[in-house]
């Protein structure tokens, strides 16, 4: 993410894809409020794949930081899985 403005446009552009990402997850943990699963699973799938870029952003300057957004992503995407799964299952009819 070069660009003119330097660090503070790499640091801004960082920040909007943290930002998107958050949203997105909660988003996800409103439609899994809802029951829509596999709506919430697609949310927390692109909040993992931010999570990467934020990896291979900061994997030039911060190992730390780097192996953190990593961790993320990949808790996402069990949760991701997770939601899936549940969703596969079949419901028991209501008494």
Request: aromatic content about 6%.
């Amino acid at each position: 993410m070069s660009h003119p403005l330097g660090s503070l446009a790499d640091n801004l552009t960082a920040y909007a894809i943290y930002a998107t990402a958050q949203a997105e997850m909660r988003h996800a943990y409103s439609l899994i409020d809802a029951g829509e699963l596999l709506a919430a699973a697609a949310e927390i799938e692109s909040a993992a794949r931010a999570a990467d870029v934020l990896a291979n952003v900061s994997a030039s300057g911060a190992v730390e930081r780097t192996a953190h957004w990593r961790r993320v992503a990949t808790a996402r995407r069990q949760f991701a899985e997770r939601a899936r799964a549940h969703a596969a299952q079949p419901r028991l009819a209501a008494a």
